[in-house]
């Protein structure tokens, strides 16, 4: 089946320090999103890209989609306690009865010394 | 405009009992997606629903879990006769018709089996 390989599986950084968080696919995906789950939340969508080599900004995240739409990334620039939570990405695959399924890695949990 | 909308937000039930997790989707939104979260994983797929139809199952254990979204009323996933290993959040997102966007998650149903 399909499968979204997230690493790492858990990292902690000091305050100020950089963060980046991979995924990778076996098998081309439609577009990938990531989400932000705080500790007992609920994921929360950060955002989607689409297309090939797409990089996307928000603030200090920066979110990438490989040229060949099978990894992705996530880079925090100077992180800050509000960063500490679990980011997921999501590939969304297309099903052999022709709907699309979003298929979620496990995650990275980032907890941030101050 | 409220979210999507999941009651209970916690569920205790022995071993062998029935579990009925509800789910209302955000207003406008026709598709309803079930996940499953152990602790320290990720999310996992379970069914894939819109109304009057299950468009993907193929997360759904074959033996005592069944979920509907009738014409009217919350979606409702049911677990029979529930084990210790079914204990896990379970959350419910939703979608609106023919948009292919980030999720709207719940806030989730935290089950535990004694």
């Known amino acids: 089946g399909q499968q979204v390989m997230q690493i790492p599986q858990y990292q902690h950084v000091q305050e100020g320090e950089d963060f980046t968080t991979y995924c990778n696919s076996s098998t081309t995906l439609s577009n990938i999103q990531w989400y932000k789950q705080r500790p007992g939340g609920h994921p929360v969508f950060l955002i989607q890209?689409?297309?090939?080599?797409e990089v996307k900004k928000q603030k200090r995240l920066t979110f990438q989609f490989g040229e060949a739409k099978k990894n992705s990334s996530l880079h925090i620039t100077a992180t800050q306690t509000t960063d500490v939570g679990t980011y997921f990405c999501?590939?969304?695959?297309?099903?052999?009865?022709?709907?699309?399924?979003?298929?979620f890695g496990k995650g990275t949990k980032l907890t941030v010394n101050p | 405009n409220a979210g999507v909308m999941q009651n209970p937000r916690h569920l205790v039930r022995r071993r062998g009992q029935e579990a009925r997790l509800r789910c209302s989707p955000m207003?406008?939104?026709?598709?309803v997606y079930w996940y499953r979260q152990l602790p320290e994983e990720g999310l996992k797929f379970m069914v894939y629903?819109?109304?009057?139809?299950?468009?993907?199952e193929s997360g759904m254990p074959k033996e005592r879990f069944s979920a509907e979204f009738p014409k009217e009323g919350p979606s409702i996933l049911r677990i029979q006769q529930v084990v210790r290993g079914d204990s896990a959040a379970y959350f419910c997102?939703?979608?609106?018709?023919?948009?292919?966007?980030?999720?709207?998650f719940g806030s989730g149903t935290r089950l535990t089996v004694v």
């Open positions: 629903l819109q109304k009057e139809n299950i468009i993907d």
């Open positions: 999501a590939g969304r695959f297309r099903t052999q009865g022709g709907s699309e399924k979003l298929v």
């Open positions: 207003k406008g939104h026709s598709h």
């Open positions: 890209l689409v297309k090939s080599g």
């Open positions: 997102a939703s979608s609106p018709t023919g948009v292919v966007y980030g999720y709207t």
